[in-house]
T-cell receptor
C-alpha cells in the first residue's frame, strides 16, 4: 500500500465552482498535513497546514483532516482561473515530507 | 523576504559524469533537505542534514549521492556518476527548527538532464 495516494486528475471545473481535492494515507505516525501548490517546473509552495484532525480555513481555502479515516481534503471556494495549478497533498511527522502525486487542476473562465 | 536559492537552474551532463547541485538555504535555518521530482512523478525525499551530518536518507540516496555544507552558506548535492534515471528536478529545502511544525521552504529547483 502506498504511503500517500492522490488522484492525479486532471480536474477541470468552471470558474466559481467549489473544488474538492483529496488524499488518503497509511502511516498513522503523520501529525502534520499540508497542501502545496506547484506550477510547472517550479518548487512546491505551501498553501496551508493542519495539525492532527480538524478543519482549517484560510480565505477561500479549507483544509480538513480525518485521522480516523486517514483522509485529508482541500476545498477551494469561488475558484478562479489563477487557481489553476497542480495541488500536492503532503504529510510529515516532523522531518521529511511525504508527498502525494499531485492533482492537476484547471479552472475554465 | 528571505528565500532558498539554487544554482544552476538547468544542468545538462553526460552519463557517468559527476555533477554538483548547489543551494543557499535561508540564513538562520539549521535543517536542510534535498528532494527530487522525476518528470510527471511525485516529489520524493532524498536526504536530511543537520549539524553537519546526515540525519535521514531514503533508499534512493545510495552511494552515488553525497551532501555537504562546505561553508556557512552553501549546501550541495553531489552525484558521482550520473545515470539516465537521475534526470529530474532537484529541490533543496530548509527550515529553522525541528520542534512542532515549521515550514520547509523550497528553492526553485535545478533541472538535471542526463544524456
Amino acid at each position: 500500500q502506498k504511503e500517500v495516494e492522490q488522484d492525479p486528475g486532471p480536474l477541470s471545473v468552471p470558474e466559481g465552482a467549489i473544488v474538492s481535492l483529496n488524499c488518503t494515507y497509511s502511516n498513522s505516525a503523520f501529525q502534520y498535513f499540508m497542501w502545496y501548490r506547484q506550477y510547472s517546473r517550479k518548487g512546491p509552495e505551501l498553501l496551508m497546514y493542519t495539525y492532527s484532525s480538524g478543519n482549517k480555513e484560510d480565505g477561500r481555502f479549507t483544509a480538513q483532516v480525518d485521522k480516523s479515516s486517514k483522509y485529508i481534503s482541500l476545498f477551494i471556494r469561488d475558484s478562479q482561473p489563477s487557481d489553476s495549478a497542480t495541488y500536492l497533498c503532503a504529510m510529515t511527522g516532523a522531518s521529511k515530507i511525504i508527498f502525494g502525486s499531485g492533482t492537476r487542476l484547471s479552472i475554465r473562465p | 523576504e528571505p528565500e532558498v536559492t539554487q544554482t544552476p537552474s538547468h544542468q545538462v551532463t553526460q552519463m557517468g559524469q559527476e555533477v554538483i547541485l548547489r543551494c543557499v538555504p535561508i540564513s538562520n535555518h539549521l535543517y536542510f533537505y534535498w528532494y527530487r521530482q522525476i518528470l510527471g512523478q511525485k516529489v520524493e525525499f532524498l536526504v536530511s542534514f543537520y549539524n553537519n551530518e546526515i540525519s535521514e536518507k531514503s533508499e534512493i540516496f545510495d552511494d552515488q549521492f553525497s551532501v555537504e555544507r562546505p561553508d556557512g552558506s552553501n549546501f550541495t548535492l553531489k552525484i558521482r556518476s550520473t545515470k539516465l534515471e537521475d534526470s529530474a528536478m532537484y529541490f533543496c529545502a530548509s527550515k529553522d527548527t525541528e520542534w512542532g511544525y515549521n515550514e520547509q521552504f523550497f528553492g526553485p529547483g535545478t533541472r538535471l538532464t542526463v544524456l
